[in-house]
């Protein structure tokens, strides 16, 4: 069994690897986020999100997957 040193610095090893692997995808990009606040009316519950201006840089890249299935028994 593995001692809590021992342990720690695997940790460290694994978290190093992963951020430089980060690194690499990304290319060190910027991406910049537009910040929303969310709004609910007391009334009915109807939720809104309003723009608050504030903008929030992320050092990384952005990635977007969609997965279609479509099925003949469905289509």
């Given at each position: 069994m593995a001692t809590a040193n021992e342990s720690a610095g695997r940790q460290g090893e694994m978290r190093a690897a992963l951020e430089s692997g980060v690194e690499l995808i990304s290319e060190k990009q910027r991406v910049q986020f537009q910040?929303?606040?969310?709004?609910a009316l007391e009334q009915d519950g109807?939720?809104?999100?309003?723009?608050?201006?504030?903008?929030v840089d992320a050092i990384g890249a952005l990635h977007?997957?969609?997965?279609?299935l479509q099925d003949e028994d469905q289509t």
């Open positions: 910040r929303y606040q969310r709004v109807y939720v809104f999100w309003v723009a608050t201006g504030e903008m977007y997957a969609t997965d279609r």
